[in-house]
């Protein structure tokens, strides 16, 4: 009873309540010697930890508990077991070491004959084949869950086998096939009134009529699954449709539409890793960042092509801004967002017309005006993106100076955010180093004479130093950088 109260306060949110129970149920569990019952608990502990992102504690728990539920001959919470270690296997991406747990629990409920236990296993062992690009083996999976799903007429579990099936048909490019696994989930989730179930259709709709040329109706697909995820209170499926959605406005060249949907995406992953509600939280937010930098990147091109003088000029300022950014502390996601900066440092330069920007002489003071002001237009277009990662500083204040006579705002020495310091420095080193209209690209043994004499007017003279160092321990002589389901807890 103890452990049945703990998993109604735990599905209700309230996982330190939940854990107290547990263990009262554990200890009463081993003064008993009740080795049954203390193998249960030690997986209600388990599931606890796994979903406070212990991984490490809840494994040892697992193992524990299997031990014991072997201990007592309990083939049903031995499977159990092993499936949920087969997740956790799955989070961390060891996915031989998930299949190898899939298949002990599907052995064990094979010899029990629980079929539908079975079809659960059998479903998440084909998402790992699936991930491991091992369609044949997949497809198997899929199929046979399918068979003791429909044989048990489980109506909800042959959803998300098709599901499955349309996402397996979609990776290896089977398009016709996805579209017909999408079309019996829609039957089947429409027929049990299934918001969740349709809006993860709609989901695959969306990705399918984005990979077959079809943009329009993805964006409307990928609209609706978004609109029933929020209906439904999803924020993981909601999440997820706005970022395949931005991928369709990546497609069309949209940037600023692909940013909105990214950032839209982000806020809400932003909330799931606040609650601590998804496992692989960390893996979906890496693959996410890796949308935001294909879109910065491709938004950044698109900048440069206006000026034919500064071709790959965002690519190179970021990789430089990043190599120093690492030796001045920055790390993990922090250097991806300063990357993506670099990649948009110079997003004003939209509104400033091409005979200005590739004018070969000296500018009037009126171009010149208007040259300066893309720092400014700059950081309103980055303001109203509402990006989740304060980029704005990048963009707008890379054109400070130390001596305080930079613009647009005359801010000086430490008064200028240290990540417009930081891109201030790799944006001057690669001007200098780049063919302008005005004249050829210098060696980098000049370019660093004249940042030197510029060092403490114009550059931050302590990240210059370090700058300096990385370049000179570089070996090239051209410094330019080359481009699941919820585990179970049973009773």
Same mark, same amino acid.
């Given at each position: 009873?103890?452990?049945?109260?703990?998993?109604?306060?735990? *599905?209700?949110?309230?996982?330190?309540?939940?854990?107290?129970?547990?263990?009262?149920?554990?200890?009463?569990?081993?003064?008993?010697?009740?080795?049954?019952?203390?193998?249960?608990?030690?997986?209600?502990?388990?599931?606890?930890?796994?979903?406070?992102?212990?991984?490490?504690?809840?494994?040892?728990?697992?193992?524990?508990?299997?031990?014991?539920?072997?201990?007592?001959?309990?083939?049903?919470?031995?499977?159990?077991?092993?499936?949920?270690?087969?997740?956790?296997?799955?989070?961390?991406?060891?996915?031989?070491?998930?299949?190898?747990?899939?298949?002990?629990?599907?052995?064990?409920?094979?010899?029990?004959?629980?079929?539908?236990?079975?079809?659960?296993?059998?479903?998440?062992?084909?998402?790992?084949?699936?991930?491991?690009?091992?369609?044949? +083996?997949?497809?198997?999976?899929?199929?046979?869950?399918?068979?003791?799903?429909?044989?048990?007429?489980?109506?909800?579990?042959?959803?998300?086998?098709?599901?499955?099936?349309?996402?397996?048909?979609?990776?290896?490019?089977?398009?016709?096939?996805?579209?017909?696994?999408?079309?019996?989930?829609?039957?089947?989730?429409?027929?049990?009134?299934?918001?969740?179930?349709?809006?993860?259709?709609?989901?695959?709709?969306?990705?399918?009529?984005?990979?077959?040329?079809?943009?329009?109706?993805?964006?409307?697909?990928?609209?609706?699954?978004?609109?029933?995820?929020?209906?439904?209170?999803?924020?993981?499926?909601?999440?997820?449709?706005?970022?395949?959605?931005?991928?369709?406005?990546?497609?069309?060249?949209?940037?600023?539409?692909?940013?909105?949907?990214?950032?839209?995406?982000?806020?809400?992953?932003?909330?799931?890793?606040?609650?601590?509600?998804?496992?692989?939280?960390?893996?979906?937010?890496?693959?996410?960042?890796?949308?935001?930098?294909?879109?910065?990147?491709?938004?950044?091109?698109?900048?440069?092509?206006?000026?034919?003088?500064?071709?790959?000029?965002?690519?190179?300022?970021?990789?430089?801004?990043?190599?120093?950014?690492?030796?001045?502390?920055?790390?993990?996601?922090?250097?991806?967002?300063?990357?993506?900066?670099?990649?948009?440092?110079?997003?004003?330069?939209?509104?400033? !017309?091409?005979?200005?920007?590739?004018?070969?002489?000296?500018?009037?003071?009126?171009?010149?005006?208007?040259?300066?002001?893309?720092?400014?237009?700059?950081?309103?277009?980055?303001?109203?993106?509402?990006?989740?990662?304060?980029?704005? !500083?990048?963009?707008?204040?890379?054109?400070?100076?130390?001596?305080?006579?930079?613009?647009?705002?005359?801010?000086?020495?430490?008064?200028? !955010?240290?990540?417009?310091?930081?891109?201030?420095?790799?944006? =001057?080193?690669?001007?200098?180093?780049?063919?302008?209209?005005?004249?050829?690209?210098? +060696?980098?043994? *000049?370019?660093?004479?004249?940042?030197?004499?510029?060092?403490?007017?114009?550059?931050? !003279?302590?990240?210059?130093? =370090?700058?300096?160092?990385?370049?000179?321990?570089?070996?090239?002589?051209?410094?330019? +950088?080359?481009?699941?389901?919820? +585990?179970?807890?049973?009773?």
């Amino acid at each position: 009873m103890l452990r049945w109260i703990g998993t109604v306060h735990r *599905e209700r949110g309230d996982r330190d309540l939940a854990a107290d129970l547990y263990e009262t149920s554990l200890a009463v569990a081993e003064t008993n010697g009740l080795a049954e019952h203390t193998a249960s608990a030690l997986n209600c502990l388990a599931v606890v930890e796994q979903f406070r992102g212990h991984l490490e504690t809840s494994e040892t728990l697992y193992t524990r508990a299997r031990a014991m539920a072997e201990e007592a001959h309990d083939e049903r919470l031995a499977a159990m077991i092993d499936q949920n270690l087969g997740m956790l296997a799955n989070i961390r991406g060891d996915l031989e070491a998930a299949l190898a747990r899939y298949r002990s629990a599907l052995e064990r409920l094979r010899r029990l004959g629980d079929d539908l236990a079975a079809a659960w296993v059998l479903n998440n062992m084909g998402m790992a084949y699936v991930d491991l690009k091992a369609w044949g +083996p997949a497809e198997i999976c899929f199929d046979e869950a399918f068979e003791l799903a429909d044989r048990l007429r489980d109506t909800g579990t042959l959803g998300s086998v098709e599901l499955n099936r349309a996402e397996l048909q979609l990776q290896r490019g089977d398009h016709e096939w996805a579209r017909e696994s999408c079309d019996r989930a829609f039957e089947i989730w429409g027929r049990l009134g299934s918001d969740y179930g349709l809006a993860e259709t709609y989901k695959f709709y969306g990705i399918l009529f984005r990979e077959t040329g079809k943009p329009h109706l993805a964006q409307s697909h990928f609209a609706l699954a978004a609109k029933l995820a929020a209906q439904c209170e999803d924020r993981l499926l909601e999440a997820e449709s706005y970022s395949e959605w931005a991928l369709v406005h990546l497609g069309e060249q949209r940037n600023r539409d692909a940013l909105e949907c990214l950032n839209r995406a982000q806020r809400l992953f932003t909330e799931l890793q606040a609650r601590r509600e998804i496992l692989d939280l960390d893996s979906r937010l890496d693959r996410l960042e890796e949308t935001y930098l294909r879109v910065t990147r491709a938004w950044g091109e698109s900048i440069e092509s206006k000026d034919r003088y500064t071709a790959g000029h965002c690519q190179r300022v970021a990789d430089f801004a990043c190599m120093l950014a690492e030796a001045a502390g920055f790390e993990g996601r922090d250097l991806n967002w300063l990357r993506m900066g670099g990649f948009l440092h110079d997003v004003g330069k939209t509104a400033v !017309p091409e005979e200005v920007l590739n004018k070969p002489g000296a500018l009037t003071a009126e171009e010149w005006a208007i040259m300066k002001s893309h720092t400014v237009v700059g950081d309103q277009i980055v303001a109203e993106l509402n990006f989740p990662w304060d980029i704005r !500083p990048v963009v707008r204040n890379h054109h400070e100076r130390w001596d305080g006579t930079g613009y647009p705002d005359g801010l000086a020495g430490e008064a200028i !955010p240290l990540t417009a310091r930081i891109l201030c420095v790799a944006d =001057v080193y690669d001007a200098l180093t780049s063919t302008r209209s005005y004249r050829p690209a210098l +060696p980098q043994s *000049e370019a660093l004479r004249i940042m030197e004499r510029d060092a403490g007017r114009i550059l931050d !003279p302590e990240l210059f130093r =370090v700058f300096r160092q990385l370049l000179t321990e570089r070996a090239s002589g051209d410094a330019r +950088p080359r481009s699941l389901a919820a +585990p179970i807890s049973g009773t």
